[in-house]
């Protein structure tokens, strides 16, 4: 499977990478504001890639084809997971780095960053991705495949930084399901930067805010 996506370079030859995935029923559209509030000047130019998730029939929709990474088949999400579409949608992501370290930038320089079910592909993928990431950023979601990610992990990003953030007043992915991602990773010696905020399934401008900084310190 290779995903179509935007490009936005803030400059010529850049050496990071920020890899954007989107929510279901949305595109790579949806986060192109977000990556023009995002002010990484100081890391030189920075390319963002904003891929768009297959169309594909979502259960829980009424079987309704819009852009989703994997079938969500029931409102507990964790119940009747779709391991296959989460597999296949996690190695096309992974090509999708591949296909930058190939044009010269290193993986320690590539963040892969999710809101809501792209968040859940961004652990998913990032967590097992064999070579060292500069960072997961994981946005009002949740772990997939809770269960096999200790033995799956790969041992590359063990250490890799991850910035987690979550809406108190989540209806959507409600917040224990964010804690809960974050408990386990700790539990794994992940090095989890958390934060929550008075905000439903959004990003706010605090988010932002926090986001930018860590970005900025992470990659500095």
């Known amino acids: 499977m290779s995903l179509p996506a935007l490009q936005h370079d803030t400059g010529p030859d850049p050496q990071t990478t920020v890899i954007?995935?989107?929510?279901?029923?949305a595109d790579g559209h949806d986060f192109e504001p977000v990556c023009q509030e995002l002010d990484l000047?100081?890391?030189?130019?920075?390319?963002?890639?904003?891929p768009h998730a297959p169309e594909q029939p979502v259960t829980i929709n009424g079987g309704y084809v819009m852009?989703?990474?994997?079938?969500?088949r029931q409102v507990d999400l964790q119940r009747q997971e779709d391991a296959a579409g989460v597999r296949a949608s996690g190695a096309a992501i992974a090509a999708l780095i591949d296909a930058e370290r190939a044009r010269g930038v290193p993986a320690g320089r590539i963040v892969l960053m999710g809101f809501s079910q792209g968040?859940?592909?961004?652990?998913?993928?990032?967590?097992?991705?064999?070579?060292?990431l500069g960072g997961i950023v994981a946005l009002s979601g949740y772990q997939p495949l809770a269960d096999s990610l200790e033995a799956e992990r790969s041992d590359a990003n063990r250490l890799a930084p991850v910035f987690m953030a979550h809406g108190r007043l989540d209806p959507v992915v409600v917040p224990a399901r964010?804690?809960?991602?974050r408990d386990q990773l700790?539990?794994?010696?992940?090095?989890v930067e958390w934060r929550d905020y008075r905000m439903e399934h959004s990003v706010s401008p605090?988010?932002?805010?926090?986001?930018?900084?860590?970005l900025l310190k992470t990659l500095g």
Do not use: S
């Open 20 to 25: 954007v995935l989107h929510g279901l029923g």
């Open 119 to 132: 968040c859940a592909m961004a652990l998913f993928t990032g967590l097992r991705y064999p070579e060292r």
């Open 178 to 181: 964010g804690e809960a991602a």
């Open 206 to 214: 605090e988010e932002l805010r926090d986001l930018n900084a860590w």
């Open 41 to 50: 000047r100081a890391l030189g130019a920075v390319r963002f890639i904003l």
């Open 67 to 72: 852009r989703a990474w994997y079938d969500i």
């Open 186 to 191: 700790r539990a794994l010696g992940q090095a």
